[in-house]
């Protein structure tokens, strides 16, 4: 499938690395990677995840078919801006953020008709971030949202969907822009708001380490969080987070309700409902 293919990955960190790692085996004529930390360029090289690592981006560019760019959304519209006109026609671009309304627009206004930009979002991710956390494995079993708009080709768009259903994704979703953002808000967003809150309301005075299970582990594991991405994600995001966090907050206060005036129906009730709800998923 991509064997004559020219593919760059612009930012060889955690997602850069692990969508490297995982191309490298579907055998494209080259991957090259740009960066602006030349160790891991170099490391990069050294691993043979990369055929070539550059810290401009003018040469690769001008001779790649895809272009898969793993930056923050704000550094995603300023890489494009800066390299208008460095793309290769009919070139294939593709990015990983977690934000979509507003991006899109803002950069298909200055795209040549000659180059199509795919906006997609793999759902996978760890908490750790840089080369060195980067794998393959990650991406297994995960879920990729595309967000296909008007001036896209379907064959881009298969593209990318081919690409990603072979490393290792297991669903493909498709839905516009606006849609993935207010679902992101829930499924990703506000769970790491909570996280957070939990992690940081301890007031224990004691070594909570030493007293805590598997549940408290695993609902605060994405709190050890990248504060500048995820600052951007959630301000970038903010009405739609806002309306998530204010309906989680009406939950949270009728429960605390039903505790204070014991409730105990309302307690099964709302137990029921989630047992039934999480075992849908």
Same mark, same amino acid.
Request: charged share 30%; proline share 4%.
């Given at each position: 499938?991509?064997?004559?293919?020219?593919?760059?990955?612009?930012?060889?960190? *955690?997602?850069?690395?692990?969508?490297?790692?995982?191309?490298k085996?579907?055998?494209?004529?080259?991957?090259w990677?740009?960066? %602006?930390?030349?160790?891991?360029?170099?490391?990069?090289?050294?691993?043979?995840?990369?055929?070539?690592?550059?810290?401009?981006? &003018? &040469? @690769? /560019?001008?001779?790649?078919?895809? !272009?898969?760019?793993?930056?923050?959304?704000? /550094?995603?519209?300023?890489?494009?801006?800066?390299? #208008?006109?460095?793309?290769? @026609?009919?070139?294939?671009?593709?990015?990983?953020?977690?934000?979509?309304?507003?991006l899109?627009? &803002?950069?298909?206004?200055?795209?040549?008709?000659?180059?199509?930009?795919v906006?997609?979002? @793999?759902?996978?991710? +760890?908490?750790?971030?840089g080369?060195?956390?980067?794998?393959?494995?990650?991406?297994?079993?995960? =879920?990729? %949202?595309?967000? @296909? =708009?008007? +001036?896209?080709?379907?064959?881009?768009?298969?593209?990318?969907?081919?690409?990603?259903?072979?490393?290792?994704?297991?669903?493909?979703?498709?839905?516009?822009?606006?849609?993935?953002?207010?679902?992101?808000?829930?499924?990703?967003?506000?769970?790491?708001?909570?996280?957070?809150? /939990?992690? =940081?309301?301890?007031? *224990?005075? !004691?070594?909570?380490?030493?007293?805590?299970?598997?549940?408290?582990?695993?609902?605060?594991?994405?709190?050890?969080?990248? $504060?500048?991405?995820?600052? &951007?994600?959630? %301000?970038?995001?903010?009405?739609?987070?806002?309306?998530?966090?204010? !309906?989680?907050q009406?939950?949270?206060?009728?429960?605390?309700?039903? #505790?204070?005036? $014991? $409730?105990?129906? !309302?307690?099964?009730?709302?137990?029921?409902?989630?047992? %039934? +709800? +999480?075992?849908?998923?």
């Open positions: 499938m991509l064997e004559k293919l020219n593919i760059t990955i612009v930012g060889l960190g *955690l997602v850069g690395g692990s969508f490297a790692k995982a191309l085996a579907l055998n494209p004529q080259n991957i990677a740009i960066d %602006i930390d030349k160790e891991s360029l170099q490391k990069g090289e050294e691993m043979g995840i990369i055929d070539r690592g550059y810290e401009e981006p &003018e &040469e @690769p /560019l001008k001779s790649s078919d895809l !272009v898969i760019i793993c930056l923050y959304p704000e /550094l995603v519209k300023r890489f494009v801006y800066e390299n #208008i006109e460095n793309f290769k @026609p009919g070139a294939i671009i593709t990015d990983v953020t977690g934000i979509k309304n507003g899109v627009e &803002e950069i298909n206004k200055i795209l040549p008709q000659s180059i199509d930009f906006f997609g979002h @793999p759902m996978a991710g +760890r908490e750790k971030k080369l060195e956390y980067s794998s393959s494995e990650v991406f297994q079993g995960a =879920n990729y %949202i595309i967000t @296909p =708009n008007s +001036r896209n080709q379907k064959s881009s768009i298969d593209l990318i969907e081919d690409i990603a259903r072979n490393i290792g994704f297991k669903r493909v979703i498709k839905i516009d822009p606006q849609k993935h953002d207010e679902v992101i808000a829930f499924t990703s967003q506000l769970p790491h708001i909570i996280a957070v809150a /939990l992690v =940081n309301s301890d007031d *224990l005075n !004691v070594d909570t380490g030493s007293v805590v299970g598997d549940s408290y582990r695993e609902l605060t594991r994405i709190a050890q969080i990248n $504060e500048k991405l995820w600052s &951007e994600l959630f %301000i970038g995001n903010k009405e739609n987070l806002l309306q998530k966090i204010e !309906v989680f009406e939950k949270l206060d009728l429960l605390k309700k039903a #505790i204070l005036e $014991e $409730e105990k129906e !309302v307690l099964e009730e709302e137990f029921k409902k989630s047992s %039934i +709800r +999480r075992k849908n998923l």
